[in-house]
């Protein structure tokens, strides 16, 4: 390696569990005609994303009183452990399903929206049964209640899901509700490689991003300097509720070219 300034390095490993937060205007998600009206999801500047997954529990628990729409839900929980709710009501069969789709759309424009994920982020509302354990109830025809995946950073022991009459119930964290429950959350890998989309662009527009090698040129012929590379990075103790699945890691690398001009790299840690 020729003699430069050597690159110095920086590692921060982050646990994503939202991107920026901003308050969302105007969106609404409504239930599907012939049932109750689902909660606003925008009805104050308060708004987030947990207002919307809310919202679209509520909406989903008042659907499933339609018994072919409720099958077609529990088919999908059932072979798999969560499905794209774009998807879900795109393919329904039922009308109260096909129904429900605009207001889905809507809704994953809102989380984008939310997170500052901007255009084109496209599905990112899920559902699927808070655990495994719960299959065999599904599958026997146990009428399931409906929730958003509860926060995790709020300190609460106990969470609130619908049953298809949209009556409230809470439910402890820590214990078997006794009746399966479908959880509506966020698509979190799909969130954090958008995000970090968004951060790359940003970066990027401040003269920060990855340069790219001159045509012909091989990364490591184009850095000749002193490098530091990272092989490996251990994680321990990431205590992410059992409900939300693995946590959605990155890395930002810092540090600067050759020609002393300084750069961001983001890393995805699947």
């Known amino acids: 390696m020729s ?12 646990t994503l569990a939202a991107t920026a937060l901003i308050p969302l ?3 609404a998600l409504a239930a599907p005609s012939g049932t109750a009206p689902a909660a606003t999801a925008a009805s104050s500047p308060s708004s987030s994303v947990s207002g919307i997954e809310d919202a679209t529990a509520l909406a989903l628990a008042h659907s499933l009183t339609d018994p072919a729409w409720s099958r077609e839900v529990r088919r999908a929980a059932l072979a798999a452990d969560s499905v794209g709710l774009t998807r879900l009501t795109g393919d329904a069969t039922a009308t109260t399903g096909r129904k429900l789709a605009a207001g889905i759309t ?25 655990d495994a354990s719960m299959r065999s109830r599904l599958a026997s025809g146990a009428a399931p209640l409906v929730a958003a995946a509860p926060s995790d950073d709020d300190g609460r022991s106990t969470f609130t899901a619908y049953d298809s009459t949209g009556t409230a119930h809470e439910l402890d964290l820590d214990s078997d509700p ?91 840690m699947p």
């Open 3 to 14: 003699t430069s300034t050597p690159l110095r390095t920086a590692l921060i490993g982050v």
């Open 178 to 268: 006794g009746r399966p429950v479908y959880l509506v959350d966020i698509d979190g890998a799909k969130a954090v490689a958008k995000g970090l989309e968004v951060i790359d662009r940003t970066l990027e527009s401040k003269g920060l991003g990855r340069p790219a090698p001159a045509a012909g040129t091989s990364l490591a012929a184009a850095s000749g300097i002193d490098t530091t590379r990272i092989d490996s990075v251990r994680v321990s103790d990431v205590e992410e509720p059992f409900f939300k699945g693995d946590a959605e890691i990155f890395t930002l690398v810092t540090g600067f070219g050759k020609d002393g001009t300084p750069r961001v790299d983001t890393v995805e």
């Open 106 to 130: 809507e809704a994953d424009r809102g989380v984008a929206a939310a997170k500052g994920l901007g255009n084109g982020a496209g599905s990112l509302l899920r559902v699927g049964l808070a």
């Open 25 to 27: 205007q105007g969106t």
